[in-house]
């Protein structure tokens, strides 16, 4: 049976509390920048071991895969905004102490590994419960930009704003990123407590259930809903191929090419540049496409962007194909995330949420091995080329939920598009 599907055109209000949580969202993720750039110069410092180093990143992966999906549930059954705010407080609390640690001499690699740890662990409820309390600030028919515009504001502070600020920051002291980024974390926990939300639409939770009930309730939902299947399996799929990508682009760069560490910063920030025009394409996008058509689109390109970094051994095409893969990329992820929470129950967003992720946090480690395995056996390139086929198999994969019998939505702005929901 075909679909109308309606695609929102209304822009969220700034007022009634977005505001506040947009600025939450920018202002944390700055702080988050800035630590995440000053982590790892930290952790050389204190050794010159690369599998230490390695270490401090996999702890912040390894908390996605044992708690993701428990953090999806425990955000369904609490209050998400408290818990919101609960999670930033503890978690500047964290890095104030941490930072104070720095200052007195007294960082260590065990140090950093706890840290990494416990900041991951709490992310995973935050994120969770971020995701489900959007739908309780904006109307759903507003989603889709809320979605955008949140993105686009993260992707300015984290991807292009907080850069600079780091060097200025480490040479008034190693602690003092984390010093910043304490700070960002109260400031957002601050704004997220004075949020006022509308009575929730949550049916109240069956006594006696418990987490794992819940958890294979929402798995259940996930798996019996055609379109998100397909766009949870897609999703994997393509942060399989960016981990691979990621993790070896600096040899792609300084070797392959010889374009040197600044073409490398060049490229990561044609990538954040492209992010920040994603954000503003996405909404456009998809009113002439529908959303999901809108994933198969930006899908389509971001295979060609591959494609193009893979094949053609000039810095130009690097930059061309990196700007495409982060403009496609916002695109897939506003219209990704707004599908699952349009198409979840209010009850359940939490645990629908934290399948997706915890399924993409496990795509990420794999791909990075991937990733290696492939530039050692075909050359530094074949982590682009084996991104651009995993990229190609999930544009596939999509294809595949496009026969989803849905019921029809009836257009409430006038602007539908008469096609099939994927």
Not at 90 to 98: D, Y
Not at 272 to 280: E, N, R, T
């Amino acid at each position: 049976m075909a679909t109308v599907e309606a695609v929102d055109v209304r822009a969220p209000a700034w007022r009634g509390g977005f505001g506040r949580l947009w600025t939450a969202a920018v202002v944390s993720r700055f702080g988050d920048a800035l630590r995440t750039a000053a982590l790892p110069l930290l952790a050389v410092r204190l050794t010159d071991d690369p599998l230490v180093i390695a270490f401090v990143t996999a702890c912040g992966y390894v908390p996605w895969l044992l708690f993701g999906l428990l953090g999806g549930a425990v955000a369904d059954r609490l209050d998400q905004r408290r818990a919101m705010w609960a999670v930033d407080t503890v978690r500047g609390l964290l890095v104030a102490a941490f930072a104070l640690a720095v200052a007195l001499g007294y960082a260590s690699i065990p140090l950093l590994l706890v840290l990494a740890f416990s900041l991951t662990t709490l992310q995973t409820l935050f994120d969770n419960a971020s995701t489900a309390l959007l739908p309780s600030l904006v109307d759903r028919e507003t989603l889709g930009s809320a979605n955008a515009r949140l993105m686009t504001g993260q992707q300015f502070a984290g991807g292009l704003l907080a850069g600079p600020f780091v060097p200025l920051l480490l040479a008034a002291g190693a602690f003092m990123p984390f010093a910043a980024d304490a700070g960002t974390y109260l400031l957002a926990a601050a704004l997220v407590a004075s949020l006022r939300l509308r009575p929730s639409g949550r049916e109240p939770r069956a006594a006696g259930g418990t987490l794992r009930a819940e958890i294979a309730e929402g798995l259940r939902v996930l798996w019996c809903d055609r379109v998100l299947r397909a766009v949870c399996a897609a999703t994997l799929l393509c942060n399989i191929g960016m981990g691979g990508l990621i993790a070896t682009l600096v040899l792609h760069v300084t070797r392959w090419l010889h374009a040197g560490t600044e073409g490398y910063a060049a490229a990561m920030t044609a990538y954040s540049a492209g992010g920040l025009a994603g954000g503003f394409a996405a909404q456009r996008i998809a009113r002439r496409t529908g959303r999901a058509r809108a994933l198969l689109v930006a899908g389509t390109i971001q295979t060609a962007s591959l494609l193009l970094i893979g094949t053609v051994r000039h810095p130009w095409a690097l930059l061309a194909g990196m700007l495409l893969l982060g403009s496609m990329g916002m695109v897939w992820n506003v219209n990704q995330v707004t599908l699952m929470q349009q198409r979840s129950p209010e009850s359940m967003t939490g645990r629908v949420a934290s399948a997706f992720r915890t399924a993409s946090t496990a795509g990420a480690p794999l791909g990075a091995v991937l990733g290696g395995a492939a530039a050692r056996t075909y050359g530094l390139n074949g982590p682009a080329l084996l991104a651009a086929a995993l990229f190609g198999l999930a544009v596939t994969w999509l294809i595949s939920g496009r026969k989803q019998d849905v019921s029809v939505v009836e257009p409430a702005d006038g602007v539908t598009a008469g096609h099939p929901a994927v």
